[in-house]
């Protein structure tokens, strides 16, 4: 048997990650179900055929088009408007968490969450040698913030990473609680500031993958970087807010996450990048896609139309759907979630087996996939739905509901 070095602490771990089965219908790892249009392959294929006419160079550095590209996109999505000095990019959101856990964690640092939420955080924190703590959140996956501030008061965090809306309930954060854990986090890092003057702020990730699935009126925490004190300087220069063109932009295997924040903690994380992290051809293809914005995220409307929808029948066939402004639902309880998971893959829909006890999560997909879903599920747990008029009146018949 080979006996290689492995760090103690990845002993017997596994690489995370969701099953990748074949089915017909995949709803397990949220992504946007459309894939892109004959005219935007077309328009990225040609883009990454340009820059491959200069492979035999590194490409650039600090991607000042594609951050300066990544700006304007988000001042349209979110009426924020940001210096390309402020955005930071890399492959995946993944990537750019881990950027500032390697920035700001690290031995003797510790990185704060609340669970239940997205399951790669512990594995930033122990990939980069920082301590993970996780808080809980309330029975309907909102934020204590009172027992939030005390936390951060207790633990003292580097980095404190909220997800909003969060994965895998759905649940997004109201911006006066933002507000609230920004003043907490205030002086009450670790304490070793660099030039010894106390304890530093703590950093504040809010982590919105799913940002542009959130509801009417639910704001960006991007807002919150354009606030500046009377000398010009940003108000919150501790918070960090994170993207993705993985999900509503509907570009999961291009791997382009990005992050927004003040300039001094953008350049901050240019420290640990490693030197041409982001691909010359993934930069040719996101700059195309960016410029096709507009029909990558018009499919973003109704699936929010088909998320709300689901909840509603979830609910009216008597599960507990938790309100969402992803593109995701948790739902449940079952006494056996793993045999309903059984169940729906035998049927050819894939979801996913995680969150509390009892619960699963369905991404949205298409109203076809969706119907397939619903069959599924109705087949699997025994449940019926009956209708009267012409609005469909869903009555769950059988009790219970376990497979
Ligand atoms: C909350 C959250 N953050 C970040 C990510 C990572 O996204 P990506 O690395 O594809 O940008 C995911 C992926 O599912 C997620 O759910």
């Keep these: 048997?080979?006996?290689?070095?492995?760090?103690?602490?990845?002993?017997?771990?596994?690489?995370?990650?969701?099953?990748?089965?074949?089915?017909?219908?995949?709803?397990?790892?949220?992504?946007n179900p459309y894939p892109p249009s004959p005219t935007v392959i077309a328009d990225i294929a040609a883009a990454v055929s340009e820059a491959a006419a200069g492979l035999n160079r590194y490409p650039e550095r600090d991607l000042?088009?594609?951050?300066?590209?990544?700006?304007?996109?988000?001042?349209?999505?979110?009426?924020?408007?940001?210096?390309?000095?402020?955005?930071?990019?890399?492959?995946?959101?993944?990537?750019?968490?881990?950027?500032?856990?390697?920035?700001?964690?690290?031995?003797?640092?510790?990185?704060?969450?609340?669970?239940?939420?997205?399951?790669?955080?512990?594995?930033?924190?122990?990939?980069?040698?920082?301590?993970?703590v996780a808080g809980p959140r309330r029975e309907d996956f909102t934020l204590d913030i009172d027992a939030v501030a005390a936390t951060i008061e207790a633990e003292r965090p580097a980095v404190v990473i909220l997800a909003s809306p969060n994965n895998p309930t759905g649940t997004a954060l109201p911006q006066a609680d933002v507000?609230?854990?920004?003043?907490?986090?205030?002086?009450?890092?670790?304490?070793?500031?660099?030039?010894?003057?106390?304890?530093?702020?703590?950093?504040?990730?809010?982590?919105?993958?799913?940002?542009?699935?959130?509801?009417?009126?639910?704001?960006?925490?991007?807002?919150?970087?354009?606030?500046?004190?009377?000398?010009?300087?940003?108000?919150?220069?501790?918070?960090?807010?994170t993207r993705t063109m993985s999900k509503a932009f509907g570009m999961a295997g291009l791997r382009l996450g990005y992050l927004a924040a003040s300039?001094?903690?953008?350049?901050?994380?240019?420290?640990?990048?490693?030197?041409?992290?982001?691909?010359?051809?993934?930069?040719?293809?996101?700059?195309?896609?960016?410029?096709?914005?507009?029909?990558?995220m018009s499919q973003v409307a109704s699936l929010r139309d088909e998320r709300d929808a689901l909840v509603d029948w979830l609910r009216a066939c008597g599960w507990i759907a938790h309100e969402s402004d992803a593109n995701f639902v948790l739902f449940g309880p079952f006494a056996d979630r793993e045999a309903v998971w059984r169940g729906l893959l035998e049927r050819g829909v894939l979801i996913r087996v995680v969150g509390p006890e009892g619960y699963l999560r369905v991404c949205v997909g298409t109203p076809e996939e969706?119907?397939?879903?619903?069959?599924?599920?109705?087949?699997v747990t025994g449940t019926t739905t009956r209708r009267s008029g012409n609005e469909a009146n869903h009555t769950k018949v059988n009790q219970e509901k376990n497979a």
């Design 1 to 31: 048997m080979t006996v290689l070095p492995l760090r103690p602490e990845l002993r017997g771990c596994e690489p995370y990650g969701a099953p990748e089965l074949d089915v017909p219908v995949r709803l397990n790892v949220n992504e």
């Design 64 to 132: 000042p088009a594609l951050r300066a590209a990544l700006a304007e996109y988000l001042d349209v999505e979110s009426g924020v408007l940001l210096d390309r000095e402020q955005i930071w990019a890399a492959n995946g959101s993944n990537e750019v968490m881990t950027h500032v856990l390697q920035a700001f964690g690290g031995p003797g640092h510790t990185c704060l969450s609340f669970t239940p939420t997205y399951s790669m955080y512990p594995e930033y924190a122990r990939n980069t040698f920082t301590r993970y």
């Design 179 to 241: 507000v609230a854990i920004l003043e907490a986090a205030r002086g009450r890092g670790p304490a070793d500031s660099a030039d010894g003057s106390g304890p530093c702020d703590c950093v504040v990730v809010i982590d919105e993958a799913y940002g542009e699935f959130r509801r009417p009126g639910v704001p960006s925490a991007l807002e919150l970087l354009t606030l500046t004190e009377a000398d010009g300087a940003p108000r919150h220069p501790h918070l960090a807010v």
């Design 263 to 296: 300039r001094e903690l953008v350049d901050m994380l240019r420290i640990v990048r490693l030197p041409y992290h982001l691909s010359a051809l993934s930069q040719a293809a996101a700059l195309a896609a960016l410029d096709h914005r507009e029909e990558l």
């Design 370 to 379: 969706m119907e397939r879903f619903r069959t599924a599920l109705l087949a």
